[in-house]
Structures are given as structure tokens and as C-alpha cells.
């Protein structure tokens, strides 16, 4: 069971890693659903390194998000389109198929995803406890596993919040 966030805009700041260069960046995220379809964007923008936007959107099912399409846009767009009733996820990059496998995601979705799962049985999910979700990307798929760190609280500009820590594994760790 999932129980998904209410359609929502969060404005956050990102600080990362490319090419051996640190940034600073502004980004932002636009949630939106109506109970059976949904929508989400992303995009980060920094100085020197430019914009990367990414979308999904898809149906809501009892078990969560259903993606339909993944795009991702930095300097041109490339996108996954789910085929459910084929069983595959196909890419404008050209790169092979992928299955469409039960409870898949891609990447925008599945923090979203993750978010709701958490959400319906918070109890279910207890320090060490992994999460596994097949992650389409706009090229190729992938497992992701995901660790339950704990409880942790976060001093965000709109107060302090309890929060769940969640840690993605390397490759080499699952």
C-alpha cells in the first residue's frame, strides 16, 4: 500500500559534484496529482554548469506511481516510454529494451514512490530494512536498493522536521 503526498511545490538548494567542480544550485520540484493520473518535474539549475530538467508522468494504482514516460532534458531531451502491455520500457536513445517489470520506477518517480511506501506502514520499516525498485533512467534500467538509516532530524527553513534517512547502496553492495 502507498499513501502519496498532496500536490505540492518544493523550492530546495542542491550542492554536488561534476567534472571534479563543486556547485551550489537552485531546484525545484512540482508535484501534482488528481487521484489517478500524476505529473512531477524537476529542475536544477547552477551557474557554469547550466539547467537539467527531468519529468514523469503516469497512473496511479492502488500499489503507487505507474510511469508512462520519463524524460530528461540537459543539454537535449531524451525519454523512456513504459509499454506494460508488451512488458517493456523502450528509449529514444536507441539503447536496448528494458523489462517493465512489476512495481518499476523511473528516476524522478521513484523518490515519490519511496515517499508513499514509507508514508502507508512507516512501522514496516525499520532501521537496516532494504528496498529494492527496478529504476528506468532515459537510457537504460537498473536496480536501486535503498538502506533504512533511521529517524533523523533536519533543520529546514520551515522548521525542524523528523525525517526517515534512507541510504542508496553502490552497485557493488547488493
Do not use: C, M
Not at 516510454?81 to 536513445?93: L, M, P, Q
Not at 536496448?96 to 514496516?124: E, H, K, T, Y
Amino acid at each position: 500500500p502507498v499513501r502519496l503526498p498532496p500536490s505540492t511545490r518544493l523550492g530546495f538548494d542542491v550542492n554536488g559534484q561534476a567534472r571534479k567542480f563543486a556547485y551550489s544550485a537552485r531546484a525545484e520540484l512540482l508535484w501534482q496529482h488528481d487521484g489517478s493520473r500524476y505529473e512531477a518535474r524537476q529542475e536544477i539549475s547552477a551557474f557554469l554548469v547550466g539547467t537539467r530538467a527531468q519529468r514523469s508522468v503516469g497512473a496511479i494504482t492502488a500499489q503507487g506511481l505507474l510511469p508512462e514516460r520519463f524524460s530528461d532534458r540537459a543539454r537535449s531531451e531524451q525519454a523512456a516510454h513504459f509499454d506494460y502491455a508488451k512488458g517493456r520500457v523502450t528509449f529514444s536513445a536507441n539503447t536496448p529494451d528494458a523489462p517493465a517489470a512489476p512495481g518499476v520506477q523511473d528516476r524522478l518517480s521513484v523518490f515519490i514512490q519511496l515517499g508513499a511506501l514509507l508514508a502507508a506502514d512507516p512501522g514496516r520499516f525499520v532501521p537496516g530494512t532494504r528496498i529494492t525498485l527496478n529504476t528506468v533512467s532515459a537510457r537504460s534500467a537498473d536496480r536501486w536498493t535503498f538502506t533504512i538509516e533511521g529517524p533523523e532530524t533536519l533543520e529546514l527553513p520551515a522548521g525542524t522536521t523528523p525525517t526517515l534517512k534512507l541510504q542508496r547502496l553502490p552497485r557493488k553492495d547488493y
